[in-house]
Nanobody, 119 residues
Framework: QVQVVQSGGGLVQAGGSLRLSCAAS????????MGWYRRAPGNQRWQREL??????????NYTDSVKGRFTIFRDNAKNTVYLQMNSLKLEDTAVYYC??????????WGQGTQVTVSS
């Protein structure tokens, strides 16, 4: 059985920083990629935007709106991924969900964590 547990998030003023963490544990044989999606206020559960992802080899991708402000990195030995968020903007307010592509038919998801950026 696999668990994906997120930590971090919270309330921060615009221009501030936060770091999210996400750890996968359990019977993990392969870890292809991990990353983050987010759901903005008012959106449906299925309306999630890819924020950033990173492969086991360290290849990263970011949505345009966070490039230069967010950094994703991972610790393969710990099956953990981090999202360092700097220069936060009001529009970054969302529920952030971690995903893990562990070679199974479907991805594993974290529980979600609220990030609120205030003016």
């Amino acid at each position: 059985q696999v668990q994906v547990v997120q930590s971090g998030g919270g309330l921060v003023q615009a221009g501030g920083s936060l770091r999210l963490s996400c750890a996968a544990s359990g019977n993990i044989l392969v870890n292809n990629a991990m990353g983050w999606y987010r759901r903005a206020p008012g959106n449906q559960r299925w309306q999630r935007e890819l924020v950033a992802g990173i492969t086991s080899g360290g290849i990263t991708n970011y949505t345009d709106s966070v490039k230069g402000r967010f950094t994703i990195f991972r610790d393969n030995a710990k099956n953990t991924v981090y999202l360092q968020m700097n220069s936060l903007k009001l529009e970054d307010t969302a529920v952030y969900y971690c995903y893990a592509d562990l070679g199974a038919p479907s991805w594993y998801w974290g529980q979600g964590t609220q990030v609120t950026v205030s003016s």
